[in-house]
């Protein structure tokens, strides 16, 4: 994989990791970019674009896993705060 789809693969984790989501979006579509500029390079029947394309697929799979996971944890987050706030209105109100 050529050192620019590597270091945009290496900064797309990291965003996602750290749950920079603009980041993540921004980071997505240059390693798509670049990745689709890496792959029209090469010629026809090169083997490295089985490896390649399979790369980017895996690496933009983990990071929508990435994203929804902690999505997901935050909606919790809301929902029980939500809950523990009507329980204190509710004993304030008593």
Not at 9 to 17: D, I, N, S, T, Y
């Amino acid at each position: 994989m050529p050192d620019t789809l590597d270091q945009l693969e290496k900064q797309l984790r990291q965003a996602a990791e750290s749950r920079l989501y603009g980041e993540v979006q921004r980071l997505a579509v240059a390693y798509g970019k670049a990745a689709e500029a890496g792959l029209k390079a090469l010629p026809p029947g090169d083997p490295e674009f089985t490896r390649i394309a399979h790369a980017v697929r895996e690496t933009l799979d983990w990071s929508l896993i990435m994203v929804r996971a902690s999505r997901e944890g935050y909606a919790g987050e809301l929902k029980r705060l939500a809950t523990l706030n009507r329980y204190l209105h509710s004993v304030s109100n008593h």
